[in-house]
T-cell receptor, first 113, second 115 residues
Framework: AQTVTQSQPEMSVQEAETVTLSCTYD???????LFWYKQPPSRQMILVIR??????QNATENRFSVNFQKAAKSFSLKISDSQLGDTAMYFC??????????FGEGTQLTVNP | ETGVTQTPRHLVMGMTNKKSLKCEQH?????MYWYKQSAKKPLELMFV???????ENNSVPSRFSPECPNSSHLFLHLHTLQPEDSALYLC??????????????FGDGTRLSIL
């Protein structure tokens, strides 16, 4: 069974600064996908970024980037130039064949003005 | 707007009531999902439907009864619920089940409170 662990229940960052959210996972699979989802107070879960395990290059989407360390089973999310709208719960998720996603417990990120 | 609409947004019901949650997706997706989100717990997958057929029931109690009349609509029928069933229920859809490179699109959820 796959497990996903987010060890930081809460984090805060000043506006315009950089913050890194950590995620580790456990699996015996070799081909899989990793995702970061964002859930703002409006409750809508929004995909932030995804990484394919067979790709060594770290995924990047504008201010969001990941540090994917396959051997260490680590998948951290870096948010650069944090904005107030980045305040949300962030979930790391692991997926393999059949589109079944396993989610971590989430990290509540607060961006302070 | 993700293209997945859930109603109602909030629902308060007694333990003996019967109610239904509705999910509709306008994305042309073939797979739909129900998740339960409780405070301080990871999202729990409840049911998966692909082309209207249920492909997964994650040991969900029978007081939750899903229905998928077509690929665009998904219902969750509720009866004789327990206080521990109070949670946010999220619906999601994806193009199909053929690999998880396809992201799931989520609705806003229904906040359910059991009295």
């Amino acid at each position: 069974a796959q497990t996903v662990t987010q060890s930081q229940p809460e984090m805060s960052v000043q506006e315009a600064e950089t913050v890194t959210l950590s995620c580790t996972y456990d699996t015996s699979e070799n081909n899989y996908y990793l995702f970061w989802y964002k859930q703002p107070p409006s409750r809508q879960m929004i995909l932030v970024i995804r990484q394919e395990a067979y790709k060594q290059q770290n995924a990047t989407e504008n201010r969001f980037s990941v540090n994917f360390q396959k051997a260490a089973k680590s998948f951290s999310l870096k948010i650069s130039d944090s904005q107030l709208g980045d305040t949300a719960m962030y979930f790391c998720a692991f997926g393999t064949s059949g589109s079944r996603l396993t989610f971590g417990e989430g990290t509540q990120l607060t961006v302070n003005p | 707007e993700t293209g997945v609409t859930q109603t109602p947004r909030h629902l308060v019901m007694g333990m003996t009531n019967k109610k239904s949650l509705k999910c509709e997706q306008h994305l042309g997706h073939n797979a739909m999902y129900w998740y339960k989100q409780s405070a301080k717990k990871p999202l729990e997958l409840m049911f998966v439907y692909n082309f209207k057929e249920q492909t997964e029931n994650n040991s969900v109690p029978s007081r939750f009864s899903p229905e998928c009349p077509n690929s665009s609509h998904l219902f969750l029928h509720l009866h004789t619920l327990q206080p521990e069933d109070s949670a946010l229920y999220l619906c999601a859809s994806s193009q199909d089940l053929a690999g998880t490179n396809q992201p799931q699109h989520f609705g806003d959820g229904t906040r359910l409170s059991i009295l």
